[in-house]
């Protein structure tokens, strides 16, 4: 997200989650969560939008907005002591781009989305140091576009061979919960983040009126979904690529990942009812 700036200490603090992240890039975390504090949380209610979908409450943000201090401390105080119950989210249809597919669509609740959103800066401070230059998808500044241009900027100078497009179908409704589990904690071992992510995919999905737990997937449109995604796609397709199959190419090879799909904002507004 193109984010304006935020507060100076809560820069600093994602300045100094980052830094300590790129400098030591096999240590393993497992104390992060003392950094949402209630600034925090302001800062994660700035970043969420206030005029998206509702969740299953009804409730939007400018109703949450209407006793803000109160509604933060009380979801600053379920977090730290481990109660927040993540709660089902709503799920919808929208077109895909080319007009003839549905898209499945979770709207959380808005104040699992700011606690989504709180989490999520704390992933990226960390996960964004580890990335690799090829992935595009869901990433603070990248886009579609710029994968394109890296697309055709390895190509034009080649002259020859070949250009591979793989599709990953239906990654967000099919992906595996102990396997993200486990790729998460090569990295972040805090209890209370391990806690909030295991929660919101376990947390169930209403449509048309019945409630169902999926044992699989991550809903698309969770505020925390596409930092998570790109977790688990940076180990099992980026490392991957560069570890085990460029060795054993003859020659040059070049993988560009990004995400096809429309921007969460068009998605969102889509999703309205």
Not at 51 to 70: H, P, R, S
Not at 91 to 106: A, E, S, T
Not at 129 to 136: A, G, I, K, R
Not at 228 to 253: C, M, S, T
Request: hydrophobic letters at 40%.
């Amino acid at each position: 997200m193109g984010e304006t700036s935020c507060s100076p200490t809560i820069s600093t603090k994602l300045t100094r989650i980052a830094t300590m992240a790129r400098e030591h890039p096999m240590l393993v975390f497992t104390t992060l969560a003392h950094h949402v504090d209630i600034e925090w949380l302001r800062e994660a209610y700035r970043r969420t939008r206030k005029d998206g979908a509702v969740g299953i409450d009804g409730q939007t943000g400018q109703e949450y907005a209407a006793n803000l201090e109160e509604n933060l401390g009380s979801l600053l105080s379920r977090f730290q002591s481990g109660t927040y119950r993540a709660p089902s989210v709503r799920r919808v249809y929208v077109p895909k781009g080319d007009g003839k597919q549905m898209r499945p669509i979770g709207i959380p609740t808005f104040e699992d989305k700011v606690l989504q959103r709180a989490v999520a800066m704390v992933l990226e401070a960390v996960y964004e140091q580890d990335f690799l230059d090829c992935s595009y998808g869901f990433r603070p500044g990248r886009s579609a576009h710029q994968a394109l241009e890296a697309v055709r900027d390895a190509t034009m100078p080649v002259g020859g061979g070949w250009v591979l497009e793989v599709d990953v179908r239906k990654f967000f409704d099919r992906l595996d919960h102990g396997h993200l589990q486990r790729i998460v904690c090569q990295r972040v071992r805090d209890g209370a983040l391990l806690r909030a992510i295991g929660k919101w995919l376990k947390a169930g999905v209403l449509e048309a009126g019945n409630l169902v737990y999926p044992e699989t997937g991550t809903p698309q449109g969770g505020v925390a979904s596409p930092v998570i995604a790109n977790i688990y796609l940076h180990e099992v397709i980026d490392q991957w690529f560069h570890r085990d199959v460029v060795p054993r190419l003859k020659g040059r090879a070049r993988l560009v990942r990004y995400a096809d799909d429309r921007a969460p904002r068009r998605r969102q507004e889509e999703a309205r009812m």
